[in-house]
Nanobody, 126 residues
Framework: QAHLVESGGGLVQSGGSLRLSCAGTDITLDYYRIGWFRQAPGKEREGVSCISSEDGNTDYLDSVKGRFTISRDDAKNTVYLQMDSLKAEDTAVYYC???????????????????WGRGTQVTVSS
């Protein structure tokens, strides 16, 4: 059964950086569009970033533009989320998700995604 496994979360001070990884098991990620989502306590899940399966087109939540960078390494079957200049409001559980299909676009709507990882906690101290 296909799995997505996130790693790289942790505790970091405000202004610091983390790089999250999303590795696929029994799933070939280059056929999938990948999204990163986050959910803070008491808040709805929001789409942070996504990357297409063709041409590597990306999209970002306005509040992370210029600070976060999504990328994919299909040879390693892994998608990354580089997070710089972290703020306390970035604190959340971060999830990666995948939806099948070679497209030049991607979506930050969690309803579009069928495969989900279990998440990794990111805590930014102020």
């Amino acid at each position: 059964q296909a799995h997505l496994v996130e790693s790289g979360g942790g505790l970091v001070q405000s202004g610091g950086s983390l790089r999250l990884s999303c590795a696929g098991t029994d799933i070939t990620l280059d056929y999938y569009r990948i999204g990163w989502f986050r959910q803070a306590p008491g808040k709805e899940r929001e789409g942070v970033s996504c990357i297409s399966s063709e041409d590597g087109n990306t999209d970002y939540l306005d509040s992370v533009k210029g600070r976060f960078t999504i990328s994919r390494d299909d040879a390693k079957n892994t998608v990354y989320l580089q997070m710089d200049s972290l703020k306390a409001e970035d604190t959340a559980v971060y999830y990666c998700a995948a939806v099948w299909g070679r497209q030049r676009w991607c979506s930050r709507d969690h309803l579009d995604y069928g495969y989900w990882g279990r998440g990794t906690q990111v805590t930014v101290s102020s």
